[in-house]
């Protein structure tokens, strides 16, 4: 097994309400491979990828309960300035801020939004994790 | 924004037995920027973090509830046979298959695990979805 992963599926209540959100509200550009019953992002070498929820029941073989289970995802931006524009920019296009963008005591500065499905994405600036050209993270 | 997510974390009941699973289980190399409180595989552009769901609970201001909330994570292997091998590996270090390795309607071959927190992952080979040297996948 290689060390990596290929796609983030977000189980969503509706469809078309979902693709607004990430194509209108945060700006990324729906995958020529979408079709109307699964809409592609391209994001780095991965995908993210939105599926109706009772279809992902049936293909998982388990059931979507509602509330946070404990999986994030992040968004690490290049300053400060630019986590307040992308918290403001979610929260413009129907999302939900559950918490404010505020300096955290690792020594970052972090908030969190909640997509129309209520899944929690974090956008940070962490200072001890510079972004490549493309937008990598390096830990390794 | 970009289109680009930095981080997927997963909050974990035992942070010790999560990374024996990733790190002795499937093989993968812990980022040395990891610490006791938080530990990081860099996969592709990208860092998959386990995080104390205690912790993770507190930094979102969310509980965790339990069971499956509609997220899943996928690895796309390189042919049928990785699938298996993926999926056995998985199973012997402890993670539950829910989902058998099987051929599945839009063309592919699928099954799923789950992680030691029961986070879904999808083991699939699609032949529609190539990967290149490094194991991105590309759909833009």
Redesign the interface.
Known sequence: ????????????QDLEKSRTFYEKG????V???SNEHII?????????SLFS?RE?EK??????????????????ARNEE?VR??LN?AEKAGGEI??SAQK?FWGGYSG?FTDP?G??F?VAWNP??P??D???????
């Not at 097994?1 to 969503?12: A, D, F, K, Y």
């Not at 945060?26 to 550009?29: A, Q, R």
């Not at 592609?40 to 993210?48: K, R």
């Open positions: 097994m290689e060390q990596r992963l290929s796609v983030i599926t977000l189980g969503v945060l700006g990324w550009k995958s020529p491979s592609l992002f391209q994001i780095g070498g991965m995908v993210l929820k992902l293909d998982v073989g388990l059931k979507i309960e509602p509330g946070f289970s404990g999986i994030t995802l992040a968004y690490i630019e524009d992308v920019k559950v918490k955290v969190y499905d899944y929690p974090e001890y994790w972004l490549d493309k937008g990598n993270v390096n830990v390794s």
